[in-house]
């Protein structure tokens, strides 16, 4: 069993920046595939950015040269920083996490992942 805790979200203003925190109670250095998701009320969950074992990573286009994912191993916390946020950033954002091998077109796919944690909330105001 993983237990996976987000913090860092909250409110800021459209071209800010937050940085998203996830701590692991497994190693990060095992092999497993980590991901960021977020969802808004009545939508389905989004995969926003995954990084693997192998420190490869993949990116939401609506993301891409924005935010990146990276992972402290020695802290076994997984990161998500976040620039030049805009409004439709706002949702909730979720950290994943799974032992298997998943494949690349079903990283962003919420059941691919075995563990998650609670959520922490991000707002951007226009």
């Known amino acids: 069993q993983v237990q996976l805790v987000e913090s860092g979200g909250g409110s800021v203003q459209a071209g800010g920046s937050l940085r998203l925190s996830c701590i692991a109670s497994?190693?990060?250095?095992?092999?497993?595939?980590w991901a960021w998701f977020r969802q808004v009320p009545g939508e389905e969950r989004e995969g926003v950015a995954n990084?693997?074992?192998?420190?490869?990573?993949r990116y939401a286009d609506s993301v891409e040269g924005r935010f990146t994912i990276s992972r402290d191993n020695a802290k076994s916390t997984l990161y998500l920083e976040m620039n030049d946020l805009k409004p439709e950033d706002t949702a909730m954002y979720y950290c994943?996490?799974?032992?298997?091998?998943?494949?690349?077109?079903?990283?962003?796919?919420?059941?691919?992942?075995?563990?998650w944690g609670q959520g922490t909330q991000v707002t951007v105001s226009s």
């Open positions: 497994a190693d990060t250095r095992t092999p497993y595939y």
């Open positions: 990084i693997n074992a192998d420190g490869s990573t």
């Open positions: 994943a996490a799974d032992p298997n091998f998943i494949t690349w077109t079903r990283r962003f796919v919420p059941i691919a992942y075995r563990y």
